[in-house]
């Protein structure tokens, strides 16, 4: 039994990282591109227009991604006054965030 569920959490450890199917990664690369891609790097590559604004692609490294939801939700803000605040429909939220954990390294 407890082989079976060792084998079991292995290979589910061993799964890319999928994002719900309700959730439309190209639609937040889009998203991104469009609302954010003026400072911010938002591809795989490149950097940030504005050096002070981080990649997307590093973004795990600073913030829990997850827990970026409730500040795109209500209103992001950095205390950088560039930084426009954006306040996201659940949907943007969702689609944006998977993109950016589509960036990172193992989907984080």
């Not at 084998?7 to 889009?30: C, F, I, T, W, Y």
């Not at 996201?88 to 998977?98: F, G, Q, S």
Request: net charge neutral.
């Amino acid at each position: 039994m407890l082989l079976a569920l060792f084998l079991a959490q292995s290979l589910a450890a061993a799964q890319p990282h999928l994002p719900p199917p309700d959730v439309d990664v190209a639609k937040g690369r889009v998203f991104a591109a469009d609302r954010c891609g003026l400072c911010h790097a938002t591809g795989p590559k490149g950097a940030s227009p504005l050096r002070k604004a981080p990649p997307f692609r590093d973004l795990h490294k600073r913030y829990d991604i997850d827990g970026l939801a409730e500040g795109l939700a209500e209103g992001i803000g950095v205390g950088d006054v560039r930084m426009p605040e954006h306040v996201l429909k659940p949907e943007e939220i969702d689609n944006l965030l998977a993109y950016i954990k589509s960036l990172s390294p193992r989907g984080r």
